[in-house]
């Protein structure tokens, strides 16, 4: 189920012990087995391994409340595109993610989402200045067989790079 695990030293300022970080894939019964909100948490608190994307692109999933989830991540250098900026996708990326768990975290046992669309808008570029950035995904319906979400992607400033919107599938797994 892991495929890698690291060591995150946030120790060096406020003294709490290192946090071991795991990624991969848990077994569906795990996830048949919890609540959205429940197994969104257990990524954060690292009881579940987080989504081996989040170790490629380097974000994590920091904040989950029901109908809300929140990412954080730095964008660099390596993620450019060919005219000097941050490729859209990791923006798409993040938003997607916060749009997609904020669904999750609304979700009963047993039930599951994908993303039908995502819609995105760039408002400005990100570079390997704009320091890290925040994505936070809201609920706005969720229903039966559809829910939808909004996502903001932000600096540490507050300054809006994105927005967006998205429409999944719910279903039983």
């Known amino acids: 189920m892991i495929q890698s695990t690291y060591f ?3 120790a060096v300022t406020d003294r709490t012990p290192p ?3 795991s990624y991969g894939v848990p077994p569906l019964e795990t996830l048949r087995s919890m609540s959205g909100l429940a197994f969104l948490e257990a990524i954060i608190a690292g009881r579940l391994p ?9 974000f994590r999933l920091v904040e989950v409340g029901r109908g809300r989830a929140v990412f954080e991540g730095t ?3 390596d993620f450019y595109n060919p005219i000097g900026s941050v490729h ?8 997607d993610s916060c749009m997609g768990c904020a669904v999750h ?7 599951g989402y994908a993303t039908l ?6 408002v400005r570029a990100l570079t390997e200045a704009t320091g ?3 994505a936070e995904g809201r609920i706005l319906h969720t229903g039966r067989t559809t829910a939808t979400a909004e996502g903001r992607l932000t600096d540490a400033a507050g300054k809006l790079y994105g927005h967006g919107t998205t429409t999944c599938a719910v279903f039983g797994i």
């Open 8 to 10: 995150s030293a946030s």
């Open 19 to 21: 946090t071991i970080h």
């Open 50 to 58: 987080s989504p081996p994307i989040t170790e490629v692109l380097r």
């Open 75 to 77: 964008p660099g250098r």
């Open 88 to 95: 859209g996708g990791y923006a798409a990326t993040l938003l």
């Open 105 to 111: 975290s609304t979700l009963p046992q047993g039930q």
């Open 117 to 122: 669309e995502i819609k995105v808008n760039m």
């Open 132 to 134: 890290a950035v925040r």
